[in-house]
């Protein structure tokens, strides 16, 4: 009968300390989360990583609908997206086989998938096989 009691206690104390860890760590995720959203400075951070990884997909997706691929079917690699004053940047690495000026024939379409009114390319100093193109 001890052994029972006590084994009953011991539970009992057990699942009190985890119910008071666990909603200390959901006030303490909460309070983050509501600071976050409460800051504009990072809320605009926040949705400006999620329009650029949106972007990042929707670029991908267009080199696999067009012919942006090497002959061995591999896609343009995406180095660098960040959000910018000027919209969103892709630092893209061309691959053997593909050009600026190929990328440059599909610019409406990559505009039209990116949710951008325009897009252009510029290129980047670290070589010609590396482009940045810019997405307002």
Same mark, same amino acid.
């Given at each position: 009968?001890?052994?029972?009691?006590l /084994?009953?206690a011991l539970a009992? *104390?057990?699942?009190? %300390?985890?119910?008071q860890a666990q909603?200390?760590?959901?006030?303490?995720?909460g309070?983050? *989360?509501?600071? /976050? #959203?409460? %800051?504009p400075a990072? $809320?605009?951070w926040?949705? +400006?990583? *999620?329009?650029?990884?949106?972007?990042?997909?929707?670029?991908q +997706?267009? /080199?696999l609908?067009?012919?942006?691929?090497?002959?061995? *079917? $591999? !896609?343009? !690699?995406?180095?660098?997206? %960040?959000?910018?004053?000027?919209g969103? #940047?892709?630092?893209?690495? !061309?691959? $053997?086989g593909?050009?600026?000026?190929?990328? +440059?024939?599909y610019?409406?379409?990559i505009?039209?998938? /990116?949710?951008?009114?325009?897009? %252009?390319?510029?290129?980047?100093?670290?070589?010609?096989? #590396?482009?940045?193109l810019? !997405?307002?």
């Amino acid at each position: 009968m001890e052994v029972a009691l006590l /084994c009953v206690a011991l539970a009992v *104390g057990y699942w009190t %300390t985890i119910a008071q860890a666990q909603g200390t760590v959901v006030a303490a995720i909460g309070g983050v *989360g509501l600071a /976050c #959203v409460g %800051t504009p400075a990072l $809320r605009r951070w926040i949705v +400006g990583r *999620g329009r650029a990884l949106v972007v990042r997909h929707r670029f991908q +997706g267009v /080199c696999l609908d067009t012919a942006m691929r090497t002959r061995k *079917g $591999r !896609l343009p !690699l995406v180095l660098a997206t %960040t959000v910018s004053d000027e919209g969103v #940047v892709l630092v893209v690495w !061309l691959r $053997r086989g593909l050009s600026p000026e190929l990328v +440059g024939d599909y610019l409406p379409e990559i505009a039209t998938a /990116c949710f951008a009114r325009r897009a %252009t390319i510029s290129p980047h100093h670290f070589g010609a096989q #590396v482009i940045m193109l810019v !997405l307002r």
